[in-house]
Nanobody, 114 residues
Framework: QVQLVESRGGLVQAGGSLRLSCAASGIIVNDYAMGWYRQAPGKQRELVAS???????NYADSVKGRFTISRDSTANTVYLQMNSLKPEDTAVYYC????????WGQGTQVTVSS
């Protein structure tokens, strides 16, 4: 059974930084494509960043240069480092195991104040 447990998000001022973590069990993160999605109020859930099993990363245009996805095989954890945060980054952020089997984390709220 796959479990993805995200760290608590929080409230941060615009321009600030926050790091989210996603501790996985039931899978080995290095063997999976993993990702971070977000969903803002009234909007569709969108893929923010992903990392393939081979380590290739991809980012939504809106976060390129500000967010970094990484993983730690020892901790079996995926991270999302978010810098230069903007109010439009406010959303519920979800960790996901994408391939070979899709699974969601529970989500964590990130609020960026202006």
């Amino acid at each position: 059974q796959v479990q993805l447990v995200e760290s608590r998000g929080g409230l941060v001022q615009a321009g600030g930084s926050l790091r989210l973590s996603c501790a996985a069990s039931g899978i080995i993160v290095n063997d999976y494509a993993m990702g971070w999605y977000r969903q803002a109020p009234g909007k569709q859930r969108e893929l923010v960043a992903s990392i393939s099993s081979g380590g290739r990363t991809n980012y939504a245009d809106s976060v390129k240069g500000r967010f970094t996805i990484s993983r730690d095989s020892t901790a079996n954890t995926v991270y999302l480092q978010m810098n230069s945060l903007k109010p439009e980054d406010t959303a519920v952020y979800y960790c996901a195991a994408i391939r070979p089997v899709f699974s969601w984390g529970q989500g964590t709220q990130v609020t960026v104040s202006s």
